[in-house]
């Protein structure tokens, strides 16, 4: 079946450092999602990305969907206390079944 | 209603014990997920339902797990002879399902968090 692959696994950055998470399909995905889940809290959806090679900016987020459409990647830039959490990455398969596959999740701590 | 609702929030149950997690999906929601998350651990998939299609149970870990879905709407997961690491929070999501822009956005319920002793 297909499976995504995230990593890392486990970020530790200074507040102000850039962040970036990375997400690998085994399949070519028909679209794929990023989610953010707070400590305590369930995964909440941010945004999700349809077209080839497609870039999208929240704030200080930049998206990005590999031109195959098996890739993708969290661009967080000079991050702050509020960014931490766990983001995951979700892909949602081409074909008939329209499954939604999670990524393992990158738990990010930011360290003022 | 407004969100996905899973009931009870918070369940301590013997070691040996039957437990049954109940999911209300947002209304119309035709697809159905449950997931598993340990303490600071990523989302397990256990099991996904869409529509009328036979579930998908692949990421059930044992048979002692096993789930339901009623007239489309509500579902039921349930552990039986409970073990300890089993203690986990089980969280219910759904979605539209198809193809829309939105369809695959994917809602979470607040987990039941189970603990077994």
């Known amino acids: 079946g297909q499976q995504v692959m995230q990593i890392p696994q486990y970020q530790h950055v200074q507040e102000g450092e850039d962040f970036t998470t990375y997400c690998n399909s085994s399949?070519?995905?028909?679209?794929i999602q990023w989610y953010k889940q707070r400590p305590g809290g369930h995964p909440v959806f941010l945004i999700q990305l349809v077209k080839s090679g497609e870039v999208k900016k929240q704030k200080r987020l930049t998206f990005q969907f590999g031109e195959a459409k098996k890739n993708s990647s969290l661009h967080i830039t000079a991050t702050q206390t509020t960014d931490v959490g766990t983001y995951f990455c979700?892909?949602?398969?081409?074909?008939?079944?329209?499954?939604?596959?999670f990524g393992i999740g990158t738990k990010l701590q930011v360290i003022p | 209603g407004a969100g996905v609702s899973q009931s009870p929030s918070n369940k301590v149950t013997e070691k040996g014990k039957d437990v049954e997690l109940r999911c209300d999906p947002i209304s119309g929601h035709t697809a159905l997920y449950w997931y598993r998350q340990s303490l600071g651990q990523g989302l397990e998939f256990l099991i996904y339902f869409q529509g009328n299609s036979a579930p998908d149970k692949s990421g059930l870990p044992s048979d002692r797990f096993s789930a339901e879905r009623t007239g489309g709407s509500v579902s039921t997961l349930t552990i039986q002879r409970t073990q300890q690491e089993d203690s986990a929070v089980y969280l219910c999501?759904?979605?539209?399902?198809?193809?829309?822009?939105?369809?695959?956005?994917?809602?979470f319920g607040e987990g039941s968090w189970l603990t077994v002793v």
């Open positions: 399949t070519t995905l028909s679209n």
């Open positions: 979700a892909g949602l398969e081409s074909g008939g079944y329209q499954k939604v596959t």
């Open positions: 999501a759904s979605s539209w399902g198809g193809l829309r822009d939105s369809g695959n956005t994917i809602y």
